[in-house]
């Protein structure tokens, strides 16, 4: 007869995983609620009224949904998200015992200090100007542009270009991101989760060695 509150925060209905399993458990099991938490809630989304709160999880968010109470914390999801989310609860007093955590990737320390040293050693080696400048090609879409290395990842720089890459996770888990290169080489910052064939590319782990070709 434990409560428990699952709470889920996604892109929007579309990519909004297992979420007919939770709701069907949530209505059979006494004393389990959900709350679903879109970034950017479709208009599909609003006309079913498929999410409870918009944005990001937050301080107030997670504050309204639990009055002062004790609770243990289970949390899992990609390293930014835990990160932030980890912080914000011990920020409200939660003790490090009550936090329990699994990641979707690399085992990120959650310690902000310690997570700075870590991404220092982990920090890619970044492009090394040359004479002729690093370019992407997006061949379907008939697109070329410069890479300056402001962008994350191939998947930012390809949003930052006005295309569309389906994504889900953005951390190399899902494979949702995965796209065919053509010509060229890249290097990935977070490893992905899965082997990939010959010629594939996640996006959102990724940045270009040298100039490249995708397929997309
Ligand atoms: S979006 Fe999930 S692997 Fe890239």
């Keep these: 007869d434990r409560r428990a509150l699952f709470v889920h925060a996604c892109e929007n209905g579309d ?10 458990l949530v209505a059979t099991r006494p004393g389990l609620t959900a709350h679903y938490c879109y970034r950017s809630p479709s208009e599909r ?5 498929r999410f409870h709160s918009e944005g990001m999880i937050s301080r107030d968010v997670l504050q309204r949904l639990l009055p002062i109470d004790d609770y243990d914390f289970y949390l899992c999801g990609p390293p930014p998200l835990m990160q932030a989310i980890y912080a914000m609860l011990r920020a409200l007093g939660v003790p490090k015992l009550r936090i329990a955590y699994e990641f979707f990737g690399p085992s990120t320390v959650l310690e902000p200090d310690a997570f700075r040293t870590s991404a220092v050693v982990a920090q890619p080696a970044r ?3 040359t004479d002729e400048a690093t370019t992407v090609e997006f ?10 290395g402001s962008a994350a990842s191939l998947l930012d720089f390809a ?3 006005g295309l569309k890459p389906e994504f889900s996770c953005r951390s ?18 977070e490893e992905p ?3 990939l064939g010959a010629g594939e590319v996640l996006l ?9 070709v995708l397929d997309i």
């Design 159 to 161: 949003e930052d270009h």
């Design 204 to 212: 959102c782990c990724s940045r270009p060695s040298g100039s490249i």
């Design 193 to 195: 989760l899965d082997e």
């Design 15 to 24: 990519v909004h995983a297992l979420s007919d399993e939770v709701s069907g």
């Design 172 to 189: 190399g888990i899902c494979g949702t991101c995965k796209s065919r290169l053509v010509s060229g080489d890249v290097a990935y910052f």
């Design 45 to 49: 989304d609003k006309a079913k009224q």
């Design 139 to 148: 061949r379907k879409s008939a697109l070329k542009a410069i890479w300056d």
């Design 127 to 129: 492009i090394v100007p």
